[in-house]
């Protein structure tokens, strides 16, 4: 056990280390091609030279991306081609630990400017690419990480064209193996760079490379928005005749009788009209005998246009019968879906999100404009949600999964509609309790998004920055073993997005409180240029005053001097005009001008009093801010290395549990039943041959975990080593190690980062 002085030692040793890495980094270097392809087979020295050239030329020109792709790849005073050794120390630069030299999106852009300026430079980029692929297996994750993601931008700038039959060699391996997940990373930064359904990206991109992403995302655990305001009923149909003459008192029959009346009515005067048409028709015959051949002609047309019009008259009859039959058959499976829907149990929950989400989507007439969000929650308060569900967990859960569901939409759809109800959730959140609430929109968020990793990640963010889940909070729940897989994993892509989004969390957190700090920096630059113009406005209100003073003596001695009795003259005192003053009645004069001085001494006294309230208000913003940090980072270190610990201990038993599983396999019953079958020579062989493989690969595969275990433990600790030491938690962390009886490679795998090993 560390004692407390002892515990101090180390942490004062890792605070120089740590001090002493950062101030002078590691030089980085790296050797992928062979010599005659990088420095023409010359001296180590001349190498050097040249490495330095381009290494300095990264670090003083920086901000400059265009002119130093131009200087790198043209304007280096070297006698050979160096395209390959341009090619090698950008991926050295690149993969340089603790930090890159420099953003890997700028040296995916200095990659694809060498690509076009340098014609052999592309031929040495897949070499060096072939080569870091072979050898994945022995970079650490943060690298492969980081070689990933340049390779994607590479990619994404050469029209997603690549020679991805080279790299078969990986779908082969299980899941989990280091060429596999270098590939399920690339794939991943492409479709994070575009989308799913890019139609370059499923042009260029084989099949089978596509496979390893699994299937397509998607939401899921939506409700079904329920209309609002409900679409009014379908009108009541006439009551039969029967009913009608009963509800009246008269009698059927009579009614149809006197119906029978009218109709012999009408059929009378049917003939009568008849009769008037055909007198009118023999009127008129005569007039008609000189049209005898064009009523010839049309009696030869009729008939063939009577057979067309019968022909698409049933043609139309066929198809108004088949959309009956259609309209009836869609009718009766909505009948039948809408039953099964009734017979089934609805969840109360869900039922109640689908209202409140109809409500939140509802655009009602005339306006045809959403409902402002005030109006939605007096809607929840007019129908008691609250009360017909029960608990405040049931209502939490409802409201949270109508307002997921909502910004479903689109990123800007999620950022907005969080906002807009965060403090309505803040009301739900504590009438649940802090822990648990969080903890219950933190499984929703899960349900709804686990799919969709890149807006899980928008909307987690968008939480913490509302202040509705903290971030420890969501550190401890997504370092449970469901979702954060440490080891050999068999779905790469989620494992890898669970990594993702703990870094994720850790760098808003850190963003958000150097945000914090540069706002206050801001804000104490306008306290100072505040009090810079309070000073120069009280100057120029004292020199008002006393330009004011000035003036009225010389008023006073000049009217004295002009008159005889002593008395100051008032026609001659009214007729003095002020520099700057007129004589058409504007105010003017050192009395304006003193008034208009105070004026300004006043707002600028204003100015500096709300900026120095607004840097009181920032600094009591930044200690939370602060704490959060801490907490955060001091328990996502305790979290991965319980986990570390529980992973290895878990993949040591589950091998010892494989192997002798495959040893009873492996073994004949027979020879355990009585003993007395002897297997031949040969045979036995093969058993024990076989027996010995199976422990070999069962060893090997705990072996290859365990490993990869204890690099990505080497790396979230070599990645926020600094903060740390910087935060002090370097005691604590060595007392929690210390209380979990860690083995010594574990503990080498930690500690060694922090001693800068």
């Not at 200095?110 to 690419?129: D, E, M, Q, T, W």
């Not at 989620?494 to 914090?516: C, H, K, P």
């Given at each position: 056990?560390?004692?407390?002085a002892?515990?101090?030692?180390?942490?004062?040793?890792?605070?120089?280390?740590?001090?002493?890495?950062?101030r002078?980094?590691?030089?980085?270097?790296m050797?992928?091609?062979?010599?005659?392809?990088?420095?023409?087979?010359?001296?180590?020295a001349?190498?050097?030279?040249?490495?330095?050239y381009?290494?300095?030329?990264l670090?003083?020109f920086?901000?400059h991306?265009?002119?130093?792709?131009?200087?790198?790849?043209?304007?280096?005073?070297?006698?050979?081609?160096?395209?390959?050794?341009?090619?090698?120390?950008?991926?050295?630069?690149?993969?340089?630990?603790?930090?890159?030299r420099l953003?890997?999106v700028?040296?995916?852009?200095?990659i694809?400017h060498?690509?076009?300026?340098r014609?052999?430079?592309?031929k040495?980029?897949a070499?060096?690419?072939?080569?870091?692929?072979?050898?994945?297996?022995?970079?650490?994750?943060?690298?492969?990480g980081?070689?990933?993601?340049?390779?994607?931008?590479f990619?994404?700038?050469?029209?997603?064209r690549w020679?991805w039959?080279?790299?078969?060699?990986?779908?082969?391996?299980?899941?989990?193996g280091?060429?596999?997940?270098?590939?399920?990373?690339?794939?991943?930064?492409?479709?994070?760079?575009?989308?799913?359904?890019?139609?370059?990206?499923?042009?260029?991109?084989p099949?089978?490379?596509?496979?390893?992403?699994?299937?397509?995302?998607?939401?899921?655990?939506?409700?079904?928005?329920?209309?609002y305001?409900p679409p009014?009923?379908?009108p009541?149909?006439?009551?039969?005749?029967?009913?009608?003459?009963a509800a009246?008192g008269?009698?059927?029959?009579?009614?149809s009788?006197?119906?029978?009346e009218?109709?012999d009515?009408?059929?009378?005067?049917?003939?009568?009209?008849?009769?008037?048409?055909?007198?009118?028709?023999?009127d008129?015959?005569a007039?008609a005998?000189?049209a005898?051949?064009?009523?010839q002609?049309?009696?030869?047309?009729?008939?063939?246009?009577n057979?067309?019009?019968q022909?698409?008259?049933?043609?139309?009859?066929?198809q108004?019968?088949?959309?009956?039959?259609?309209?009836?058959?869609?009718d009766?499976?909505?009948?039948?879906?809408?039953?099964q829907q009734?017979?089934?149990?609805?969840?109360?929950?869900q039922?109640?999100?689908?209202?409140?989400?109809?409500?939140m989507q509802a655009?009602?007439?005339?306006?045809?404009?959403?409902?402002?969000h005030?109006?939605v929650?007096q809607?929840?308060?007019?129908?008691?949600?609250?009360?017909q569900?029960?608990?405040?967990?049931?209502?939490?859960?409802?409201?949270?999964?109508?307002v997921?569901?909502?910004?479903?939409?689109?990123?800007?759809?999620c950022?907005?509609?969080?906002?807009r109800y965060?403090?309505?959730?803040l009301?739900?959140?504590?009438?649940?309790?802090?822990p648990?609430?969080?903890?219950?929109?933190?499984?929703?968020l899960?349900?709804?998004?686990?799919?969709?990793?890149?807006?899980?990640?928008?909307?987690?963010s968008?939480?913490?920055?509302l202040?509705l889940?903290?971030p420890a909070?969501?550190i401890?729940?997504?370092?449970a073993?469901?979702r954060?897989?440490?080891?050999l994993?068999?779905?790469?892509?989620?494992a890898?997005?669970?990594w993702q989004?703990?870094?994720?969390?850790?760098?808003?957190t850190?963003?958000?409180?150097?945000?914090?700090i540069?706002n206050?920096?801001?804000?104490?630059?306008?306290?100072?240029?505040a009090?810079?113009?309070?000073?120069i406005?009280?100057?120029?209100s004292?020199?008002?005053?006393?330009?004011?003073?000035r003036?009225?003596?010389?008023?006073?001695a000049?009217v004295e001097?002009e008159?005889?009795?002593?008395?100051?003259?008032?026609?001659?005192?009214?007729?003095?005009?002020?520099?700057g003053g007129g004589?058409?009645?504007?105010?003017?004069?050192p009395?304006?001008?003193?008034?208009v001085?105070?004026?300004?001494?006043?707002l600028?006294?204003?100015?500096?009093?709300?900026?120095?309230?607004?840097?009181?208000?920032q600094e009591?913003?930044?200690?939370?801010?602060?704490?959060a940090?801490?907490e955060?980072?001091?328990?996502?270190?305790?979290?991965?290395?319980?986990?570390?610990?529980?992973?290895?201990q878990?993949t040591?038993?589950?091998?010892?549990?494989?192997?002798?599983?495959?040893l009873?396999?492996?073994?004949d019953?027979?020879?355990?039943?009585?003993?007395a079958?002897?297997?031949?020579?040969?045979?036995?062989?093969?058993d024990?041959q076989?027996?010995?493989?199976?422990?070999t690969?069962?060893?090997?595969?705990?072996?290859?975990?365990?490993?990869?275990c204890?690099?990505q433990i080497?790396?979230?600790?070599r990645?926020?080593?600094?903060?740390i030491?910087h935060l002090?938690?370097?005691?604590?962390?060595?007392?929690?190690?210390?209380s979990l009886?860690?083995?010594?490679?574990?503990?080498?795998?930690i500690?060694g980062p922090?001693?800068?090993?």
């Amino acid at each position: 056990m560390l004692i407390a002085a002892e515990a101090l030692h180390v942490h004062e040793q890792l605070g120089c280390c740590t001090l002493v890495c950062v101030r002078y980094p590691p030089r980085g270097g790296m050797l992928l091609l062979d010599r005659q392809y990088t420095d023409d087979k010359r001296n180590a020295a001349e190498r050097f030279v040249a490495e330095e050239y381009m290494i300095d030329l990264l670090s003083a020109f920086d901000s400059h991306r265009v002119e130093l792709a131009q200087m790198l790849c043209s304007g280096l005073p070297l006698p050979y081609d160096y395209s390959g050794l341009l090619c090698e120390t950008l991926f050295a630069q690149l993969l340089r630990l603790p930090t890159a030299r420099l953003t890997p999106v700028a040296f995916s852009a200095l990659i694809a400017h060498a690509a076009l300026l340098r014609p052999a430079f592309p031929k040495y980029l897949a070499g060096s690419v072939r080569q870091l692929y072979l050898r994945v297996q022995f970079l650490a994750p943060e690298l492969t990480g980081r070689l990933a993601d340049v390779l994607a931008h590479f990619i994404t700038n050469m029209n997603f064209r690549w020679p991805w039959n080279r790299y078969r060699q990986g779908l082969s391996q299980p899941p989990g193996g280091p060429q596999r997940t270098f590939l399920v990373l690339v794939l991943q930064h492409l479709v994070r760079l575009t989308s799913w359904d890019h139609q370059l990206l499923l042009q260029e991109t084989p099949a089978d490379f596509l496979a390893l992403l699994g299937d397509q995302p998607h939401f899921s655990g939506l409700p079904n928005p329920v209309p609002y305001p409900p679409p009014p009923a379908p009108p009541a149909l006439p009551p039969p005749r029967e009913q009608q003459a009963a509800a009246e008192g008269t009698d059927p029959a009579a009614a149809s009788g006197g119906e029978g009346e009218q109709h012999d009515t009408d059929t009378k005067d049917v003939t009568m009209a008849h009769t008037d048409i055909n007198g009118a028709a023999a009127d008129t015959t005569a007039a008609a005998t000189g049209a005898d051949s064009t009523v010839q002609q049309g009696a030869e047309i009729m008939p063939q246009d009577n057979v067309q019009q019968q022909q698409q008259q049933a043609v139309v009859g066929d198809q108004a019968h088949t959309d009956q039959k259609l309209a009836a058959g869609t009718d009766q499976q909505m009948v039948e879906a809408a039953d099964q829907q009734q017979q089934e149990p609805q969840d109360p929950v869900q039922a109640w999100a689908g209202k409140l989400l109809g409500v939140m989507q509802a655009r009602p007439p005339p306006e045809r404009k959403p409902l402002p969000h005030e109006q939605v929650l007096q809607w929840i308060d007019e129908q008691q949600m609250a009360e017909q569900l029960g608990s405040p967990e049931a209502h939490l859960r409802a409201v949270a999964v109508a307002v997921l569901a909502a910004g479903s939409k689109s990123c800007s759809h999620c950022y907005a509609v969080l906002e807009r109800y965060s403090p309505y959730l803040l009301q739900l959140l504590e009438g649940v309790g802090s822990p648990q609430g969080q903890l219950l929109l933190l499984d929703l968020l899960w349900d709804m998004y686990k799919s969709m990793p890149r807006r899980l990640n928008l909307a987690l963010s968008r939480l913490h920055e509302l202040s509705l889940v903290s971030p420890a909070t969501s550190i401890s729940w997504l370092a449970a073993p469901s979702r954060l897989q440490l080891g050999l994993a068999a779905d790469e892509a989620a494992a890898a997005d669970s990594w993702q989004l703990v870094y994720n969390i850790l760098a808003g957190t850190f963003a958000r409180y150097e945000g914090a700090i540069e706002n206050k920096a801001r804000l104490q630059d306008a306290v100072k240029k505040a009090e810079t113009k309070l000073g120069i406005a009280s100057q120029e209100s004292a020199a008002a005053v006393e330009a004011q003073q000035r003036a009225e003596e010389a008023a006073v001695a000049g009217v004295e001097g002009e008159g005889g009795d002593g008395e100051p003259d008032s026609s001659k005192r009214q007729a003095i005009v002020w520099p700057g003053g007129g004589s058409s009645g504007v105010r003017s004069g050192p009395a304006h001008r003193v008034e208009v001085a105070a004026l300004r001494e006043q707002l600028a006294a204003k100015k500096l009093a709300a900026a120095e309230q607004a840097v009181v208000d920032q600094e009591a913003a930044i200690t939370p801010l602060a704490e959060a940090r801490k907490e955060t980072l001091l328990v996502a270190s305790k979290s991965i290395i319980a986990r570390a610990a529980e992973a290895i201990q878990a993949t040591a038993q589950q091998a010892a549990e494989q192997s002798v599983a495959k040893l009873a396999d492996g073994a004949d019953p027979n020879d355990a039943s009585n003993g007395a079958i002897a297997m031949d020579e040969e045979q036995q062989q093969q058993d024990e041959q076989q027996q010995q493989d199976n422990a070999t690969d069962a060893a090997s595969s705990a072996q290859a975990s365990k490993q990869l275990c204890q690099a990505q433990i080497r790396g979230f600790f070599r990645c926020y080593r600094m903060n740390i030491v910087h935060l002090g938690l370097t005691e604590q962390l060595l007392q929690h190690i210390e209380s979990l009886a860690l083995n010594d490679d574990v503990r080498a795998a930690i500690l060694g980062p922090l001693h800068m090993a």
